[in-house]
């Protein structure tokens, strides 16, 4: 059958600072969503990661539908009132705007969606990433789509071997979305120009070029974009397909293993590692590290399966303590060059005040 897989994330207010939900929150979405279950809107699973809750929902009614959207918000909203009346620490983060019009897109929530017929057996695997923007996808997906050190699908398995292409965002244009198109292996050095700079290009989505079918998702929203000022990261969420025409789930998880330094961490101003966690786990040193969790699951005509965690296994302990050490590292450092994020993403904070002071005092000598 056709299915529509709908991955959306809001940060609606946390226990203790920026930490994670509370229970409570949770269980108001769930309770918001549960009566709209039906033979369209088919099953939902809930999950946080760090202070951002995810609901994924399964459903028949296509990408951009506003039916699914509206129920996705109207939970949203109201665990925010909860969060609210419950005293918690930013709550109604993310819903930036007041009234829904029809789509999510633009509110604030980070939204990955994909429709497509399901296969036999439907793999695929959630990511929410927590204290980072979107463009902390960029180099896991590049690895494990593009580079057969990573995907030894693109050697071995013949319905991999004309490559991917890869849409990309360039997030700096705010007046609709401006995307490329670049196709993978010819066009590699085009891809990696840009997704080498993650704050300005982000990976949108990713399809196969055997089956021209979608195999990657994810969200791209800049909430200073949409606020004009800071309100907290972006927090993003992705979708990626496993397995057949795709890369395996193992390729698709090793990328990680990298602990890539990404923008984030303390006020979304600073550079920490991509740390692999368990799902729904909290966030902790200098409001991080920058985390991203991964759950798997299989669909079959609609309904979910049990969910499997992917990070929770004894290796990525390891890569846990490597994270770690590369988080304490950087933040050895302070605010000193590359642990703190350029002045193009600060610019939305309030060090834009403090340089205006100080413009005024410098004096020009010839
Ligand atoms: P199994 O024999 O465990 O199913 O492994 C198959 C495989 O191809 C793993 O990538
Ligand atoms: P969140 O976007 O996760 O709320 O992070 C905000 C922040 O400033 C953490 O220090
Ligand atoms: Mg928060
Ligand atoms: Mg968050
Ligand atoms: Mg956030
Ligand atoms: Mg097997």
Known sequence: MR????????????????????????KEVERSLQPHLGSDFIDFRLSYTGDDIAILMTHTHGTDNPLIHQIAWDAFKAAADVAKKEGLYGAGQDLLKDAFSGNIRGLGPGIAEMEFEERKSEPFLLFAADKTDPGAFNLPLYLAFCDPMYCSGLLLSPNMFKGFKFEIMDVAYTEGDKVIALFAPEELYDIAALLRDPERYVIKAVYSRTTGEIAAVASTTRLHNIAGKYVGKDDPILLVRAQGSFPATGEILEPYALVPYVGG???GSHQGPLMPVKRNSSVSFFDGPPIVSCTAYCVKDGKLSEEADAFDHPF?????????????????????????????????????ERLKALEGKFEIRH
């Open 316 to 352: 990525w302990d390891y890569v846990r303590e490597i994270a770690s050490k590369k988080a304490i590292e950087l933040r050895r450092q302070g605010f000193y060059g590359n642990a703190m994020l350029p002045y193009g993403e600060l610019e939305y904070g309030g060090i834009v």
């Open 3 to 26: 299915v529509t897989l709908t991955a959306i994330k809001a940060d609606i207010g946390s226990i203790g600072g920026h930490i994670r939900p509370s229970a409570s929150l949770l």
């Open 265 to 267: 961490f303390m006020r």
